[in-house]
């Protein structure tokens, strides 16, 4: 019940223009986290690559890939999200995007070069995490990288201040701080953001049989690097 409700959340209350103000009032420190981000990830992009993101939002991070990509793809579950994006991109050839589960990709094995999956997304989507890894595993090539990020440990105190912020401005509900403590933001309304250590990437990863590093990025990020 938890996932259709969070599913129906970032439908509703965080998605098209409604997301695109979560980054419009990110602070400072904030947005160099999600430079960062976009920085590390373009660092294992070839021109010739085909690169899958999940959970593309309004394109934020794949107009980036597409400067660097030979052909880009993005998936979300939100329609409204997507016609954004669709706006957004509207000058880039290079890229296509669906209406998909994160963890029920509609795609053939074997299809991308790169997978990414960023912004906490393992966390965000609120699917089973094996059952998604599996799926992302699925469609990368043999020899292809998996990229899947979430917050540093570090970042904990600027994560909560954006979060503040997006409550204070109606996008995300009151934040329960009975409730919100190591790592996880919990909002009165339902509302949960959960956080994976590099600990709970091992584990995770132990599911599968796949080369993997964690590595933490500019103090904000654990990135879990996957080697298909």
Known sequence: MLSLYMDRYYKDRLAADKLIKVYDLAPPR???YLDKEIEYVLGFISLNDFVLEMGCGYGRV?????????????????????QSAKQYLKESDNVTL???????LGFENNSFDIVVCIQNGISAF???????VEEMIRVTK??????????????????LEWFCIQSEHGLLGEIDWSKTKDGNIV???GFTATTYTEDDFKYLMSNFKNKFSVTE????????????
């Open 142 to 159: 043999p020899g292809g990288k998996i990229l899947i990020s979430s917050y540093s440990v570090k970042f904990w105190e600027h994560r």
């Open 187 to 189: 909002c009165k309304d």
């Open 30 to 32: 904030v947005q160099k």
């Open 62 to 82: 794949l107009k980036y890939l597409t400067n660097k990509a030979h052909q880009v793809c993005g998936i979300d579950s939100s329609l409204a999200s997507l």
């Open 98 to 104: 669906y209406q998909m589960n994160a963890d029920a």
């Open 126 to 132: 609120h699917v089973d995490p094996v059952k998604l």
């Open 217 to 228: 990025v500019d103090n904000s990020s654990q990135f879990c690097v996957v080697e298909a």
